[in-house]
């Protein structure tokens, strides 16, 4: 049997402990393709809140690169401590953590001026028991300023960049309105690699019309472009987004668990020895899950993905 590279044993190995991630939220930020910069309505599958459970955002004003100014900078920073401070204080009493990775999940975390940027990611890392920082933001929202201070902060603290890759595909990016293509990926995952930063690759299998051999394809492009981690996650249906739609006119079957599973374990299995697994899938559990069902029990999930693996040999 063997143990698999996961970004938890990692960090165990590094840090003689274990390293609890901390999910942040922050008001303000959006993505280039709801704002109407690239595309309007988002990514077909992106009704955000639903992915992020700290975000409770019903502010007008949003950032962007090209913002000059950020009058509620202020409440961001507030916002970020007090989040901070409650997820701390939970897995301190229950597990009683000591280090912890500051995750700026929700939308765009690049999307704003660097001042912005600065101010946040340099509080998260003034936290008390903080080891580094993990950013999720999308290939068309980095510049080459940001990668260079990144690459600055990444001398003291372990920096680590979460980009949405989920398709290889251009065509398959245009169905999913993501608002770049598969080119742009690769020009700004090579540049965040030739500063030294950590890369996290985001996959989704269940695309709409990609086979497992698009998926595995995928996979396999993605172990070139030198990412260090990998996240896998299902592609399913919630409530109020553009493939809702596809989805109620039969447009859209989502993947089966079965075929999911399959894709996944054939999927860790080319992975080499360097890169981790952040994640091996997702769900919702809430009401917004339209399908497919097998999503709204992440605990059943990752019960049936530990067995298949383990008839291969591999403990997850």
Not at 81 to 95: E, G, P, S, Y
Not at 153 to 175: A, H, M, P, R
Not at 233 to 239: A, G, M, S
Request: charged fraction near 25%; aromatic fraction near 10%.
């Amino acid at each position: 049997m063997k143990h698999l590279n996961t970004i938890g044993r990692y960090w165990r190995k590094k840090y003689n402990e274990k390293v609890y991630k901390v999910p942040i939220s922050i008001s303000g930020f959006t993505c280039p393709n709801i704002d109407g910069t690239v595309a309007k309505g988002g990514c077909s599958f992106c009704e955000n809140e639903s992915f992020s459970p700290n975000l409770k955002d019903n502010s007008k004003f949003k950032l962007n690169l090209l913002s000059t100014s950020n009058p509620y900078l202020e409440k961001q920073l507030q916002q970020l401590q007090m989040q901070f401070d409650a997820t701390r204080d939970v897995l301190k009493n229950k597990f009683g953590a000591k280090k912890f990775i500051v995750y700026f999940q929700s939308f765009t975390n690049t999307y704003a001026p660097l001042d912005t940027l600065k101010a946040l990611y340099e509080k998260a890392l003034s936290f008390e028991g903080v080891v580094g920082l993990s950013i999720g933001t999308r290939t068309d929202c980095i510049t080459d300023e940001t990668l260079d201070y990144l690459e600055e902060l990444s001398k003291e603290k372990e920096i680590w960049v979460e980009y949405g890759i989920q398709s290889i595909y251009d065509e398959t990016l245009e169905k999913i309105n993501r608002g770049h293509d598969f080119a742009n990926i690769k020009k700004w995952i090579q540049k965040t690699k030739q500063r030294d930063l950590l890369v996290c690759g985001h996959m989704i299998f269940g695309l709409p019309d990609e086979t497992q051999e698009m998926m595995l394809k995928g996979v396999e492009e993605s172990i070139k472009l030198g990412i260090d981690s990998i996240k896998f996650h299902p592609l399913y249906v919630v409530e109020n987004t553009l493939l809702t739609l596809d989805y109620q006119q039969g447009d859209f079957h989502p993947i089966s668990e079965e075929l999911y599973i399959d894709t996944l374990v054939k999927s860790i299995k080319i992975l080499p020895e360097n890169i981790s697994i952040s994640r091996v899938t997702a769900g919702i559990s809430d009401k917004t899950l339209l399908d497919p069902k097998w999503c709204d029990n992440k605990h059943r999930q990752i019960y049936n993905i530990k067995q298949a693996l383990l008839k291969e040999g591999l403990i997850y």
